[in-house]
């Protein structure tokens, strides 16, 4: 009882708070109205397609992909209609969170949640989720913090007396969530320790140099990458 009352001192997710990072949840491609953009053999130009069955607590390798999709058809999809391509960044270019949609109460774990590499996109039962500053930017450090505090067994103890079979929208939108930034205590100390649980293959080099696990690669022209990178339209 203590623990519940604690809890509910701190903000739902789906509040928006000025100066603080908040969450934005998505769903990229359907298996059923998309199913004819899906392919079955990987080739040149294409990207896998993840689905929830594929990832577990801080790893994207639970599972081997079965169908995947020609970048163009990604583009044209996640573009929104009545816009043009100019080349603009879009979802499956940056990294990003995914989470199980099946999230049964009486597994061993109901909330699962991992960053997801570069250059995949998502079927509707692995929704992804970004976190984004007040200038509008999506910012690594604060996904991979709230990455820990999903898996964490405080929120899944509160997840699991709400869900029974899916884990919704309305249901991540609901939860009490700290909204830890650069500056507060055990912020960086959470981030860095996430970090160290996903970055375990060359797809997330640029992460880990990102937040200091290892040495940047030299600055290209025009300078170092931010930690930051702009608000991605096709997948907000």
Request: aromatic residues 12%.
């Amino acid at each position: 009882m203590k623990l519940q009352k604690k809890m509910t001192r701190f903000p739902l997710l789906g509040e928006q708070i000025e100066g603080k990072w908040n969450l934005k949840l998505n769903r990229e491609f359907d298996m059923t109205n998309d199913s004819y953009l899906f392919k079955t053999e990987p080739a040149a130009g294409r990207l896998p397609l993840y689905e929830g069955k594929m990832i577990h607590q801080f790893t994207h390798l639970w599972g081997e992909p079965k169908y995947w999709l020609d970048e163009q058809d990604i583009r044209n999809k996640l573009i929104k209609r009545g816009e043009s391509d100019t080349g603009q960044i879009l979802a499956y270019q940056i990294y990003k969170l995914g989470f199980r949609d099946i999230a049964r109460n009486t597994d061993q774990r109901t909330a699962i949640i991992t960053m997801l590499p570069k250059g995949v996109v998502c079927n509707h039962k692995i929704p992804t989720a970004i976190t984004y500053t007040s200038k509008g930017s999506a910012c690594y450090r604060s996904e991979l913090f709230f990455c820990c505090i999903l898996n964490s067994f405080v929120i899944d103890y509160l997840i699991r007396q709400r869900v029974t079979t899916n884990l919704t929208f309305f249901f991540l939108y609901q939860l009490p969530v700290p909204r830890l930034q650069k500056g507060d205590s055990w912020f960086d100390e959470i981030v860095e320790r996430a970090a160290k649980l996903i970055c375990t293959t060359p797809e997330f080099d640029d992460l880990a140099a990102e937040v200091g696990l290892i040495p940047p690669s030299p600055p290209c022209e025009g300078g170092n990458k931010s930690l930051e990178v702009p608000l991605i339209k096709g997948d907000l």
